[in-house]
């Protein structure tokens, strides 16, 4: 299975910012991904990062002046721009924004953005106030206006010492805008509710009940689904995990939270997909002083708590939602499965063999079985991302049967 980028034909186009070098790094990252990525550099840029640095890191020639690039390389101006899958422009300066905002072609990368056949991402990286300055945000009006993508700076500490909006971004999120951008949108319009992680039942202010859910299937999901273009709300019982770029998360710790949250949004929800780990008991009493271990034996004293999952069923028809489940077992799986999707009026769920090291609990690869109303489907052991976009294959594949 391919990862999203590649054989993917990615312009860079850098311009004169001291961010410059982060994106030497990008480079790198996205060559090792697969990317065939060329390099055009403003002159200002070369003055910031050598443009050596660019070719030995994206293994291709690093282009710098139009002409330059014709006569050695036997390339036209407009050539990369339309045989680009994405042009992205980073760092950009609010010099380059004006100039793209302006259609002017005075040199190779304004020629390329204007020759560009492909989705145009624009990563605008300055001084604060030259980013609020109003030219800067009409340029920037202007360029989203054309249809361009705009990848938001972030807020921090400046080259220059001062402190606002205007820092280049992190990696991890610009590399999901890029996805985005190489990814149909072919979940757009749909709101999903995603529930992922354990839950935690306190026993006493030291110690609670929970189990192994690390929660890396659900943020897959959460992560894919909102590449391939769906507003996602995720709700996640505690997990060392990052959100996903564009993800709203609500963080919850008990199975009453999570029911609690869930209930409170599923109302609002096209697709519900409960990847969570939800405890299935909970004491009957949390102590309010740390439990002592003055006698020989404890006993435990549980109590059920809500099954979400069911309850969503049962309110199915109400809301209009497709509902999809998990179900982690260690044996017997087909027939578990086959009995939650009819317990809890699914549509759709993925049986999870949590018996083996390298699928279900805290793993990074998965193998999942889906099953539906035509029956089960069994996937390959995948990483958990592949997983993810496999499963949202089949649920867009239930939400519009004809396609
Ligand atoms: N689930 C839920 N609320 C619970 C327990 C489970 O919403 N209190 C959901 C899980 O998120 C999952 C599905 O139900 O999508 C199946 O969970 P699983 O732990 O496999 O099964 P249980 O229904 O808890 O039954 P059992 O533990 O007996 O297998």
Same mark, same amino acid.
Request: with cysteine; charged share 25%.
């Given at each position: 299975?391919?990862?999203?980028?590649?054989?993917?034909?990615?312009?860079?186009?850098?311009?004169?910012?001291?961010?410059?070098?982060?994106?030497?790094?990008?480079?790198?990252?996205?060559?090792?991904?697969?990317?065939?990525?060329?390099?055009?550099?403003?002159?200002?840029?070369?003055?910031?990062?050598?443009?050596?640095?660019?070719?030995?890191?994206?293994?291709?020639? *690093?282009?710098?002046?139009?002409?330059?690039?014709?006569?050695?390389?036997?390339?036209?101006?407009?050539?990369?721009?339309?045989?680009?899958? =994405?042009?992205?422009?980073?760092?950009?300066?609010?010099?380059?924004?004006?100039?793209?905002?302006?259609?002017?072609?005075?040199?190779?990368?304004?020629?390329?953005?204007?020759?560009?056949? @492909?989705?145009?991402?624009? /990563?605008?990286?300055?001084?604060?106030?030259?980013?609020?300055?109003?030219?800067?945000?009409?340029?920037?009006?202007?360029?989203?206006?054309?249809?361009?993508?705009?990848?938001?700076?972030?807020?921090?500490?400046?080259? @220059?010492?001062?402190?606002?909006?205007?820092?280049?971004?992190?990696?991890?999120?610009?590399?999901?805008?890029?996805?985005?951008?190489?990814?149909?949108?072919?979940?757009? $319009?749909?709101?999903?509710?995603?529930?992922?992680?354990?839950?935690?039942?306190?026993?006493?202010?030291?110690? !609670?009940?929970?189990?192994?859910?690390?929660?890396?299937?659900?943020? +897959?999901?959460?992560?894919?689904?909102?590449?391939?273009? /769906?507003?996602?709300?995720?709700?996640?019982?505690?997990?060392?995990?990052?959100?996903?770029? $564009?993800?709203?998360?609500?963080?919850?710790?008990?199975?009453?939270?999570?029911?609690?949250?869930?209930?409170?949004? @599923? $109302?609002?929800?096209?697709?519900?997909?409960? +990847?969570?780990?939800?405890?299935? !008991?909970?004491?009957?009493?949390?102590?309010?002083?740390? *439990?002592?271990?003055?006698?020989?034996?404890?006993?435990?004293?549980?109590?059920?708590?809500?099954?979400? =999952?069911?309850?969503?069923?049962?309110?199915?028809?109400?809301?209009?939602?497709?509902? *999809?489940?998990? /179900?982690?077992?260690?044996?017997? =799986?087909?027939?578990?499965?086959?009995?939650?999707?009819?317990?809890?009026?699914?549509?759709?769920?993925?049986?999870?063999?949590?018996?083996?090291?390298?699928?279900?609990?805290?793993?990074?690869?998965?193998?999942?079985?889906?099953?539906?109303?035509?029956?089960?489907?069994?996937?390959?052991?995948?990483?958990?991302?592949?997983?993810?976009?496999?499963?949202?294959?089949?649920?867009?594949?239930?939400?519009?049967?004809?396609?």
């Amino acid at each position: 299975m391919q990862n999203g980028f590649t054989g993917k034909k990615i312009v860079l186009g850098v311009t004169g910012s001291i961010a410059a070098f982060k994106v030497a790094g990008w480079v790198s990252t996205l060559a090792q991904e697969g990317a065939d990525i060329s390099v055009v550099m403003t002159e200002a840029a070369s003055r910031f990062v050598t443009p050596l640095t660019f070719a030995a890191l994206s293994g291709n020639p *690093v282009f710098t002046d139009m002409f330059q690039a014709e006569e050695a390389h036997a390339i036209s101006h407009i050539q990369l721009g339309q045989e680009a899958d =994405l042009v992205l422009i980073a760092p950009a300066t609010a010099n380059t924004i004006a100039k793209l905002a302006h259609g002017m072609a005075d040199d190779l990368l304004s020629t390329t953005v204007l020759a560009a056949a @492909c989705p145009v991402l624009i /990563a605008p990286t300055m001084n604060s106030k030259m980013l609020e300055n109003p030219a800067t945000q009409r340029n920037l009006t202007l360029l989203r206006e054309l249809g361009h993508g705009i990848i938001e700076p972030e807020f921090g500490k400046m080259a @220059c010492k001062t402190e606002g909006p205007g820092r280049l971004p992190e990696w991890e999120d610009v590399r999901e805008q890029l996805l985005a951008s190489l990814t149909k949108q072919d979940l757009a $319009g749909e709101k999903i509710l995603i529930t992922a992680g354990p839950t935690r039942e306190n026993l006493d202010p030291a110690r !609670f009940l929970s189990n192994r859910s690390s929660g890396k299937m659900g943020y +897959a999901l959460a992560r894919t689904a909102k590449r391939r273009g /769906a507003e996602v709300l995720l709700i996640s019982g505690p997990t060392a995990l990052p959100t996903p770029y $564009g993800v709203r998360r609500i963080n919850i710790q008990t199975a009453k939270d999570m029911h609690d949250a869930v209930m409170d949004n @599923c $109302g609002a929800a096209s697709v519900i997909i409960k +990847a969570a780990a939800v405890s299935d !008991f909970r004491p009957r009493k949390t102590a309010l002083e740390k *439990v002592k271990k003055d006698t020989a034996e404890l006993v435990l004293n549980l109590k059920q708590t809500d099954d979400i =999952l069911k309850k969503l069923g049962q309110k199915k028809e109400k809301y209009d939602y497709l509902l *999809v489940g998990f /179900a982690a077992e260690s044996s017997n =799986l087909r027939a578990a499965g086959e009995k939650k999707l009819k317990e809890k009026n699914l549509d759709l769920i993925a049986i999870n063999d949590i018996g083996c090291s390298n699928t279900g609990f805290e793993a990074d690869t998965n193998q999942v079985t889906l099953l539906d109303k035509d029956g089960f489907t069994e996937l390959p052991l995948i990483s958990k991302e592949q997983t993810a976009n496999l499963i949202l294959d089949r649920i867009g594949k239930l939400l519009t049967p004809d396609s």
